[in-house]
């Protein structure tokens, strides 16, 4: 034990050392961690609606006849009967030129006239090449008229798109304002003021807005194509081709994939086409 002197401890050396006061043992603040905020309510977002497609107007549909389907078929009952196609034949066709006299009989609803309209008849028979070149022709006049009809005014939205907005949210955006949207557009309304003002038919129409607006070359494709094809197509095997929707790219889509099967068609496949 280390002797003390005056209440001083001694070293081995006699010698005196000052006495270090007693340090406190040092006291750690307490860490405090900050207080984490607590989570913000997730943000509810609203669920969408699902997307609608309006579906396509179809005027015509060019069916593939299968080879036993027997003639007293093609009467508007066993259209629907045979086809599930509520409509009636129409003289879309032509029968091509200089048609021989034991041809006429495999013609179908042929018609007097110079091209001669006809409902339908095999492939090697209907004079295809000479409707898209017509349809081509007409198609080319018609964009002229209109060229000159909606001059000075800006590229107009399609109908279609108002239709799909409707569709999607027909509570807030009835048919009603729809319509007033599409038509309160200055290209729209130069439309309509041509086509009331020249009242004879194959007037540009509102309905091709899109169409029209894709150019001279690119209508004139469209006309010719839907000249032999129509609006929809069924094929001899049950199989249905249509467009999804008016919107320019699905009828475009549809004219791709009818016209692709119209030219693997053999010579004698019949074809006929019905008004709906």
Not at 19 to 37: D, I, S
């Amino acid at each position: 034990m280390t002797p003390t002197v005056n209440g001083t401890p001694l070293t081995r050396h006699g010698s005196r050392v000052s006495t270090l006061p007693a340090r406190p043992a040092p006291v750690r603040a307490a860490t405090t961690h900050p207080a984490k905020p607590d989570p913000a309510p997730a943000t509810r977002r609203p669920v969408p609606r699902p997307s609608v497609t309006p579906a396509p107007t179809i005027h015509t549909m060019i069916v593939c006849l299968p080879d036993d389907l027997p003639g007293e078929a093609l009467t508007a009952h066993q259209l629907d009967k045979h086809f599930g196609v509520p409509g009636t034949l129409t003289a879309h066709f032509w029968a091509v030129p200089g048609l021989r006299l034991w041809q006429r009989h495999h013609m179908i609803g042929l018609r007097k006239g110079q091209p001669a309209p006809c409902a339908g008849g095999p492939v090697r028979l209907l004079d295809l090449p000479g409707m898209r070149h017509a349809g081509a022709v007409g198609a080319g006049i018609r964009h002229q008229i209109w060229q000159h009809a909606v001059h000075g005014t800006r590229p107009a939205t399609g109908w279609p798109a108002f239709e799909a907005r409707h569709l999607a949210d027909p509570d807030r955006y009835p048919y009603d304002a729809a319509t007033a949207d599409f038509h309160a557009q200055p290209r729209v309304n130069a439309m309509r003021l041509h086509a009331a003002t020249n009242p004879s038919p194959g007037q540009p129409g509102i309905g091709e807005l899109e169409m029209y607006q894709a150019g001279p070359l690119a209508y004139q494709h469209y006309r010719a194509a839907t000249a032999v094809v129509g609006d929809a197509l069924l094929t001899a095997d049950g199989g249905k081709l249509a467009p999804v929707s008016d919107a320019l790219a699905d009828r475009v889509t549809y004219l791709e994939q009818a016209l692709r099967h119209l030219d693997t068609l053999a010579p004698q496949q019949r074809l006929i086409a019905v008004a709906l």
